[in-house]
């Protein structure tokens, strides 16, 4: 009953925030102005496979080798083929011979519809407020929108493209359908580089903890489309239960001029974060019903027979205390929380945030001036972990600069 209630005041209260925010997007970039990232030479089109149209933004060198060709994927709540532009335009500013393709997140385009099979949900729902399971289990899907096709539909893009290989650069959802790509086609390959997306370290009763604190993204609470409005409404806005932009990132932002990627930058995820996903919520709790947190942390099990050169980037703040008291993001690289215990060196041991009083293990961190490194474990499947200054879960449109330094640098070590 109180789902339901909240369910009905969830839908009736964002007719009014929705309004404000689309209004504040019209005055931001809208009203006699052009987000300056339109202004690069991205070239847009589409690539025709099957009959069916996907959308690619590319920039630089056309003609470049393999070695120097790299795909770029985003995730969500915002537009995955515009949140990577910024460390696209970053990655050609330090070199303009480097080929840079975004892909969106395959039929996640208006153009494609939902055509549900036989095929059955994997993974269920979870209630905000009572946390009770919401079952999914009876509910069909369309396998196209699964994250494991996903990836075998970059690969045919990649061959219509007559890409015989390539450098993959992923965050968020998009880490997970090019690292599914990673395990079925590791000659496709040349190096993997992850943002903002657990490993293969994740323990049940974690998710115990949610919603007051987050240890990895609460798939089974987003799937509900109420709830993932109140949720990201909340963070976004209210800074409760916890913050998802690193505050560093907030306080400049906040007083950024117009005509900066800055300014447009914390437009994109202060306020097109709220509403960018309305379009393809359906289609997005279409992945999760065929994957969830669970299913892919096993999944990466696959990694340990493969070998493909990793890198992790991770924002910098994440779980560092906010001014208000609740926790930054929800991807701690350290500590009694740490999803990658089994890579990385802790340099947090048995901190819950970054303010607990532990003292940092410095000794194991290397600073590359825009961004840091953290040591890695003997035979670990990484082979660097980057830490994004003033960043947090949204560190390639936080601090894309940082994000295209540490691909870059990674990308050149290989050589």
């Known amino acids: ?29 809208k009203l006699f102005y052009k987000p300056l990232i339109e202004l690069s030479n991205f070239r847009k089109y589409f690539v025709t496979i099957n009959n069916e149209d996907h959308s690619v933004w590319e920039i630089g060198n056309k003609d470049a080798v393999k070695e120097k060709t790299l795909i770029l994927i985003g995730g969500i709540p915002t537009d995955p083929l515009k949140s990577m532009s910024w460390m696209a335009d970053c990655l050609n ?43 999914f289990s009876k509910l069909k ?26 450098h993959l650069v992923g965050h968020d959802r998009g880490a997970v359908i ?54 990201l409404f909340a963070v976004i806005f209210l800074n409760r239960p916890m913050q998802l932009l690193s505050q560093g990132f907030v306080s400049k932002a906040r007083k950024a001029k117009k005509g900066t990627h800055l300014f447009d930058r914390y437009t994109h995820l202060k ?9 393809y919520f359906n289609k997005f709790k279409q992945s999760l019903m065929q994957g969830g947190l669970s299913f892919e942390v096993e999944n990466r099990n696959k990694f340990k027979d493969i070998n493909i050169p990793i890198m992790q980037f991770q924002g910098e703040d994440e779980f560092k205390e906010a001014p208000n008291g609740v926790l930054i993001s929800d991807q701690p690289y350290f500590g009694k929380y740490n999803l990658y215990k089994n890579e990385i060196e802790d340099i947090y041991p048995g901190a ?43 560190n390639v449109i936080e601090n894309p600069k940082s ?12 050589r």
């Open 178 to 231: 090019l690292e599914n790509l990673c395990m079925d086609s590791p000659d496709k390959v040349l190096s993997y580089s992850r943002g903002s997306q657990v490993w293969n370290h994740y323990e049940p009763q974690w998710r115990k903890l949610a919603p007051k604190v987050l240890v990895g993204p609460p798939h089974s609470i987003m799937a509900s489309y109420h709830q993932l409005r109140l949720l």
């Open 1 to 29: 009953m109180v789902d339901f209630f909240l369910k009905g005041f969830t839908y009736f209260i964002f007719i009014f925030i929705d309004s404000y925010v689309y209004l504040r997007i019209f005055l931001r970039e």
């Open 352 to 394: 819950i945030h970054q303010s607990s009083g532990v003292a940092c293990q410095s000794q194991f961190i290397t600073d590359k001036n825009t961004y840091k490194l953290i040591q890695t474990k003997f035979r670990s499947k990484f082979s660097r972990f980057c830490l994004i200054p003033e960043s947090a879960h949204f």
């Open 271 to 279: 306020l097109t974060s709220q509403v960018a996903y309305k379009s």
């Open 93 to 135: 500013t330090i070199d303009n011979s480097l080929r840079i393709i975004i892909f969106n997140m395959p039929y996640y385009e208006d153009h494609f519809n939902i055509d549900v099979s036989n095929s059955l949900a994997i993974s269920n729902g979870e209630s905000l407020t009572s946390k009770k399971i919401i079952d």
């Open 403 to 414: 994000c295209a330094n540490a691909v870059y640098d990674f990308i050149i070590s290989l």
């Open 141 to 166: 899907v369309d396998p196209k929108y699964s994250h494991v096709n996903q990836s075998k539909t970059i690969k045919l893009l990649m061959n219509e493209m007559d890409i015989d290989a390539a």
